[in-house]
C-alpha cells in the first residue's frame, strides 16, 4: 500500500488517497473514494527524473504518487518492470553515456550527413530553378559590386568560344553561361555560381600572360561547376531556409536566401582539391600544360601579398589562388573594403602552396 494524491478530473481539489494492487485491479481508496482499475484501462507514464509519478485513469481522474520506491515496489509485485528508459534514466553514468552519442550523432551528421545529402539534393534541383539562382544572383551584386566589364566585344566572344570548345569528360557539365564583369573591390578573380554560371573578372585577364592561363582558370571553375559544389555549399549554408522552402513549397524564399547563402558559405578543403585535379584534367585533354594553372595561381598569390591583403605566413587562399589575411584588423588598414568581406564564399583552406606543387607534379 502506498500513499498518493487523487484528481476527480474536474476539479482541482486534492484527495488523498492509499492504492493497492491485486490480481491486476488497482485499488484507489479514500475519503467518499473507492475505484478498482484494471491496469489495462489505464496509462502509466515512464518516471521522469523526480517528478511525481502519474497514473491516468480511463475518465479523465489521475492519481499522483511522490513515493518513488513504493511505486517500483508496487508495480514490480504486479510483474511490471521498469522500462529500458526508466532504468538508463535512473544512472548518470547512463544519461551522460546517452548525451555523448546524442552529441556524436549530431556531429557526424553536420560532418558527414549533411553534405552527402547536399550532394544528392544539388543534382534534384531542376535547371529552372538553377538559372533563377543565377539570376538572383546578378540582381544583387551587379552594381554595388559587379559592375560591366571593359573588356572588349571582340575579346569577351574570343575568350567565350575558346572556352566553349574546351573538350571535358564525358558526362560533365559545362558551365551554364559565361559572364564578365569588373570588380576592383574583390581583385583577380574567376568564380562558379550554384547554377553553373561561371563569372570572369577584368581584373584576372588582366593578370595573365596569355589565354591559356585564362583556360587553366576556367577549367578549374568547370571542376566546381560539373560537381556542383557551389550549390551544394549554399545548400548546406542554408539547409534551414532550405528546408522551409520546400516545406512551403515557396521557391522565392530559397532565392530570398541565396546570395546571403553564397557570402557566408567556403569551399571545403576536399571540393578544391578535386577542381584542381579536374581542372588539370580537362587542361591535358585539350594538350595545354597543367603548370598553366599552376602560374597563375602563383601570380595571384603574388598580386594578393603585393596588396597587403595578408601576412604571408598566415595565408589561405580562395578557389582562384585569392589570399586573405588572419589578422583582419590588418586587412583593414590595407584594404578598406575588408569588412564587407565581399565574395568570402570563395575562399577555401587549402594551402596555395601546396595546391600549387600538386598540380605541377601532374605534368
Known sequence: MIAATYYNGSTAQRHAVTLTLSSGVLKIRGEDIERNERLDDINIPGRLGNTPR???????????????????????????????????????GHVFASLVIVVAFAVAGYLWGLPFLAEKAAFKVPDSVLVMLDDQFFKTFDGPVLHPSQLGKERREVLTSRIAHLNIPDGMEKPRRIEFRSAP??????????????????????????????????????????????????????????????????????????????????????????????????????????????????????????????????????????????????????????????????????DTQARISAIRRQQ
Not at 511522490?66 to 534514466?89: C, K, N, Q, T
Not at 595561381?297 to 596588396?307: C, G, I
Open 54 to 92: 502519474m497514473i491516468y485513469l480511463s475518465d479523465g481522474a489521475r492519481c499522483e504518487v511522490s513515493d518513488h520506491a513504493g511505486f517500483e515496489a508496487l508495480m514490480a509485485e504486479a510483474g511490471i518492470a521498469r522500462s529500458w528508459v526508466e532504468r538508463l534514466d535512473a544512472h548518470w
Open 185 to 350: 573591390m574583390i581583385g583577380p578573380n574567376a568564380f562558379a555560381l550554384p547554377g553553373g554560371s561561371v563569372v570572369v573578372l577584368d581584373e584576372i585577364v588582366a593578370l595573365t600572360h596569355d589565354d591559356e592561363e585564362i583556360l587553366a582558370v576556367l577549367s578549374h571553375e568547370m571542376g566546381h561547376v560539373a560537381e556542383r559544389h557551389a550549390l551544394r555549399q549554399m545548400l548546406q549554408a542554408s539547409v534551414v531556409g532550405v528546408a522551409m522552402a520546400w516545406y512551403v513549397g515557396d521557391i522565392s524564399s530559397l532565392l530570398a536566401i541565396a546570395p546571403t547563402a553564397l557570402l557566408q558559405t567556403r569551399y571545403s578543403r576536399d571540393f578544391e582539391w578535386r577542381a584542381d585535379a579536374f581542372g588539370a584534367r580537362v587542361l591535358k585533354q585539350n594538350n595545354i600544360a597543367p603548370t598553366k594553372l599552376a602560374d597563375i595561381l602563383e601570380k595571384l598569390q603574388a598580386a594578393y601579398l603585393k596588396k597587403g591583403t595578408e601576412k604571408p605566413a598566415q595565408e589561405c587562399t580562395t578557389d582562384s589562388g585569392k589570399t586573405e589575411s588572419a589578422d583582419h584588423s590588418n586587412a583593414k588598414k590595407a584594404n578598406p573594403h575588408s569588412d564587407i568581406k565581399i565574395l568570402d564564399y570563395f575562399s577555401t583552406h587549402p
